[in-house]
């Protein structure tokens, strides 16, 4: 697991709770600084793609662990 | 690249039907949209600061229910029959992590989505202005073209 700035555990959460909580935990981020975030929602796997297409944040890593989606999003 | 903008109608004032528009509305301010909902006949309802939104099985055939039971809708017409539904709705929501439905309008306050309440309906159910949310604004079917007609996206929910 690479390195990261700041988690996020949005376990347990549904949609869209998981991306507006990554949202704002960007928002406190300077650009090139890493958010790690934990999920339960399989929807956010898509969502996650899906927002960092549209917001120009870097996805660099999604994966699945346990019944768990982790993913790391370095914000532009 | 410029802001997208995003226009919603919001129409239903049942506990189900409020929240597509402010789902859609938040994830689309945490997109980078600009959004606004323009809240008209029962859309009202989710305005109010008092939010005690309903959801009732009667004419909703799609309704599931536990255990797919079968719910005549005789029954479903009784006493405490919505209340019930109701109960039991938020419940499942709270255990599957659904966001609470006025945490989800604040998160969409907090995210600057612009929220007018349709003055011509507010006058029709003698609505008290201050019933509603001291965040949003009146306006009329000229007020919604005028960010409508420049949205990217217009939904009627």
Redesign the interface.
């Known amino acids: 697991m690479a390195d990261f700035d700041q988690e996020l555990d949005a376990s347990?959460?549904?949609?869209?709770?998981p991306?507006?909580r990554a949202?704002k935990s960007l928002g406190t981020l300077t650009g090139g600084q890493v958010l790690h975030i934990i999920a339960?929602?399989p929807g956010s796997v898509k969502d996650f793609e899906a927002?960092c297409k549209?917001?120009?944040n870097e996805l660099m890593e999604s994966k699945e662990e346990g019944g768990k989606f982790y993913f790391l999003i370095k914000k532009v | 690249m410029s802001e997208k903008k995003l226009a919603i109608i919001a129409t239903k004032g049942t506990l189900d039907w409020a929240y597509p528009p402010l789902i859609l509305a938040s994830t689309a301010a945490a997109l980078g949209y600009q959004t606004q909902i323009f809240f008209t006949f029962y859309g009202l309802q989710i305005l109010k600061k008092d939010l005690d939104l309903k959801v009732t099985p009667i004419g909703n055939p799609g309704m599931p229910m536990p255990g797919d039971m079968p719910f005549p809708v005789i029954l479903q017409t009784l006493p405490g029959v919505q209340a019930m539904v109701t109960s039991m709705m938020k419940k499942k929501m709270k255990n599957k992590g659904v966001a609470d439905l006025a945490d989800l309008r604040d998160l969409c306050i907090e995210a600057e989505v612009k929220m007018i309440a349709c003055q011509m309906t507010v006058d029709l159910f003698d609505i008290k202005p201050s019933d509603l949310l001291d965040e949003c604004e009146f306006g009329g079917a000229a007020t919604f073209f005028e960010f409508a007609g420049q949205s990217d996206i217009n939904l009627f929910i």
Do not use: R, S
């Not at chain 1, 347990?12 to 709770?17: A, S």
């Open positions: 347990g959460l549904n949609c869209p709770l991306i507006l949202k339960t929602d927002f549209q917001t120009g």
